[in-house]
């Protein structure tokens, strides 16, 4: 891949790692907040464990996101950006346009869900 393709994919998944962080760390304020707040009755507590679940989880989708913006990041560093990891073959540009974090080029990542889905489905 061209040095200025792979620069202005390293800009995209620099701007997507400041806007995931950033998610990261509003969840993580308000978790503590909801947390640190006083309830009075038993209905205020189960609202407000539920809503530090959702916060903690939505942080741990957040983190995910961070960790794979890392990884494709170094991959860019290394020198393997664009490559598919499990056929060697190029990831189409436009895939990476839309998912920049992409690992697997399209014919991949079908076979990686077909699987997925045929192990997800109960047998009878």
Known sequence: MEASKLEHFKQLLLAE???HAQHVNEGQAAALDAAS??????????SRDVME???LRFGDQESQMVADIDQALLRIEEGSYGICVRCDRA???RRLEALPTARYDANCQAAIEAVKGKNARPTL
């Open 91 to 93: 990831i189409d540009e």
């Open 53 to 55: 679940e959702m916060a």
């Open 17 to 19: 790692l400041r806007r």
């Open 37 to 46: 707040d006083d309830a009075k009755e038993s209905a205020d507590l189960a």
